[in-house]
């Protein structure tokens, strides 16, 4: 498996060579009278000349130039056996290890290279070019190595088993893995010093003997397993370079076709130019890519058992989740209390203080121990609908058809707005950076109070975002969202940007900014990040393209945004972390370590029609200088384009006058994705029977 500059994944199987574009695979047979030698492929390796080299499990290669295949059998020189692997040196030559010997291709030529060479076998399981130019050899029975510019093999005194393979991590500590000791790093082997710093005599295992190893840009090993099927990944391998043999405590994530991988035969692994890690199987294809959203471990998410989530002002996030209160420390839960029973709302202070609203219960837990609060008379627990604690201690409490009550010095008080129209009981509700708070409610109403009086935000103020359901103060004001987009309130002014220009910004439950400005959005459609210039350009300018950043199901979101929450749905937690409550989980965001897709799509013709003639399929676009047109000046040419990410198709559409659109850098979707949610299908002619997505945790 290998990827051509043009994004295009090239597939070498059992029943011949394929193309894949994200979403289809052609089945590519040369032109003319060129077939190839065999239909067997083993092997791939595409040159930066963009000449294919195509090996055969029944022996010799084929390269392929322009679409015309060149075949190269034992009669051109080239050795017998299954061709295992090919590699170019610092040099720029070309070589082959085949289980017939070893080779290099010169002045358009195979040349077997033996003992001239000082290689001592007719077998070579895999071959590597090594980071500084150096060659590196399995061979069966022992690993040898090429100095650049040397014609004199060098054995390094290691032992391998038959099929050997081997890596090259980031930082130049080689790999190997066989059948004598799994898999291990080489400490200190190199070209310069040929002998590895050996700790301790290694055990006999096939534990994590690997068909393929595959070191991605962070540098993680990811590797198929040849005994016990699937992949495996190993985070932070260049903690386990002192050589010993991996055991299953080294491995953080194994992959079967239990856990979604298409079939336990993996063999070929590839990273494509976008950072996607690939893993190929008997039955197709599975891309894996590091998740930006993680869960928080260990929740207990059936939709029996009720999970909340709160934080104090300082950042300190508390959980609660089946009758259990945890304290979040470094994104892992220690449990606090226990037998609380279900707690559907919490609120968290400064001072250790967790407010918990449950089943019939309300109480407050202070130096780690839950003691009941009474609530005023008649009112029911179940009916709290928000609460909020202000700078001077005092708690606030929204209950349904009884308003606001004051809570302080042991004491309840009932609260009475002095403005008309808010005498019922808000939806929401938010302390102030000022001392004051801020109420929500339904209909476009904001109330914010404070010592000296109460301030009124509403439609005629040009809020309009529905009914008022998350409230995030900030220094001058506060952030407001609505079922129907978000507002700004700035020294009394207000700034709306409304689902008619983002639609993702629906049902939002949660906003969270950052020291650098960015702005984050729990809502019904996944979480939104607004970069501060952006939001505030967006803001300020009815017309402007609203640029933001969405992070669903694609980025390892699970559910939506918790509708119709007693209190707000995201956080930033005192290390930075971003945390956010969803319908089915809660989740959190590094934002320091996002990933980014820097590569664009590539843009091609999938239509034209020049005055109503359809040309399809066309490669490259000619389209004429300017559009033709019809006797009433009607643009009578358009183009049908496809911007495509090898991980899916990005944009689809038409454009009326024939002109290619201007395509920016966008998330790369997943196969498996888009084949639950979309009719175009991803399964091939004849190679795999579907294509999938497993969960990768990666840190």
């Not at 963009?50 to 090996?55: A, D, E, K, Y």
């Not at 080294?250 to 890690?277: I, K, M, W, Y």
């Not at 384009?641 to 790369?668: C, L």
């Amino acid at each position: 498996m290998v990827q051509g500059k043009d994004g295009f994944l090239w597939l070498g199987t059992g029943t011949g060579l394929y193309r894949f574009d994200g979403m289809h695979f052609q089945h590519i047979v040369p032109t003319g009278d060129t077939a190839f030698a065999s239909s067997d492929i083993s092997a791939l390796k595409l040159l930066p000349d963009g000449n294919l080299w195509i090996g055969f499990y029944h022996g010799g290669v084929s390269v392929v130039r322009h679409g015309v295949a060149h075949y190269y059998g034992t009669v051109s020189g080239f050795p017998e056996g299954p061709v295992e692997t090919f590699a170019v040196d610092g040099e720029g030559v070309l070589w082959v290890a085949t289980q017939g010997g070893l080779a290099r291709f010169v002045d358009h030529h195979w040349q077997v290279v033996g003992k001239g060479w000082n290689y001592p076998t007719t077998r070579a399981d895999w071959v590597l070019a090594g980071h500084s130019g150096a060659l590196w050899v399995s061979t069966g029975q022992r690993l040898l190595f090429l100095r650049k510019g040397s014609h004199h093999f060098l054995d390094t005194g290691i032992a391998v088993s038959l099929f050997a393979v081997i890596a090259q991590s980031p930082d130049g500590t080689l790999w190997l893995s066989d059948g004598l000791h799994g898999t291990r790093a080489l400490p200190g082997l190199n070209a310069s010093h040929p002998v590895a710093r050996q700790s301790t005599s290694l055990p006999i295992t096939r534990f994590a003997w690997s068909e393929r190893l595959l070191f991605d840009h962070e540098g993680r090993l990811w590797a198929t397993d040849a005994v016990d099927g699937g992949a495996f990944l190993v985070n932070h391998p260049n903690r386990l370079e002192d050589g010993h043999s991996l055991v299953s405590a080294d491995v953080n994530c194994r992959f079967r076709q239990t856990n979604g991988l298409t079939s336990d035969r993996a063999v070929p692994l590839l990273q494509d130019h976008e950072g996607d890690v690939w893993v190929g199987t008997n039955l197709g294809l599975n891309s894996f890519r590091r998740d930006d959203v993680l869960p928080l471990p260990d929740l207990n998410t059936l939709s029996t058992v009720n999970f909340t989530m709160s934080m104090s002002p300082s950042g300190q996030l508390w959980v609660s989740n089946g009758g259990s209160l945890y304290r979040i420390e470094h994104g892992q839960p220690s449990r606090v209390l226990t037998g609380l029973g279900e707690i559907f709302t919490t609120y968290a202070t400064d001072d250790g203080t967790v407010w918990m609203v449950g089943d019939h219960t309300f109480m407050r837990m202070t130096h780690g121990q839950a003691a009941p609060v009474a609530l005023p008379a008649h009112v029911d627990p179940d009916d709290v609908s928000t609460l909020a604690v202000d700078r001077s201690g005092t708690l606030w409490l929204a209950v349904q058809k009884h308003g606001v009550y004051h809570y302080r010095n042991g004491s309840w008080s009932a609260w009475k707005s002095d403005r008309k129209g808010f005498d019922d009981t808000p939806v929401i509700m938010a302390a102030g950076r000022d001392g004051g708070v801020w109420l929500g409610y339904t209909s476009n109403r904001l109330l914010h109070v404070m010592d000296d009086g109460s301030r009124v935000f509403a439609a005629s103020d040009g809020l309009d975002i529905g009914d008022i359901t998350a409230i995030t103060p900030i220094r001058g004001g506060a952030l407001v969202g609505g079922d129907t987009g978000m507002a700004d309130i700035q020294a009394g002014r207000v700034t709306t940007l409304t689902t008619r220009r983002v639609p993702a910004l629906r049902g939002i439950s949660g906003i969270v900014t950052t020291p650098e400005g960015t702005v984050w959005l729990n809502t019904s459609a996944g979480i939104v990040r607004f970069a501060g210039s952006n939001l505030r350009h967006a803001l300020n300018h009815a017309d402007a393209t609203a640029k933001y950043r969405l992070f669903d199901y694609q980025e390892g979101l699970k559910g939506v945004a918790m509708q119709s929450p007693d209190t707000t749905t995201a956080f930033r937690a005192a290390d930075g972390r971003l945390w956010f409550e969803t319908s089915t989980n809660i989740e959190s965001i590094d934002p320091g370590h996002l990933t980014h897709n820097s590569v664009p799509p590539r843009c091609g013709c999938l239509d034209w029609m020049p005055t109503g003639m359809r040309i399809p399929q066309q490669t490259v676009c000619a389209c004429p200088s300017g559009p033709a047109t019809s006797t009433s000046g009607t643009p009578q040419q358009a183009l049908r384009y496809q911007a495509m990410f090898i991980s899916g198709i990005a944009s689809t559409g038409w454009t009326p006058d024939g002109r290619m659109p201007a395509i920016g850098a966008r998330r790369s979707i997943p196969i498996l994705d888009r084949v639950a949610t979309s009719s175009r299908s991803s399964q091939p002619t004849t190679m795999v029977s579907g294509t999938g997505r497993a969960q990768a945790s990666l840190s």
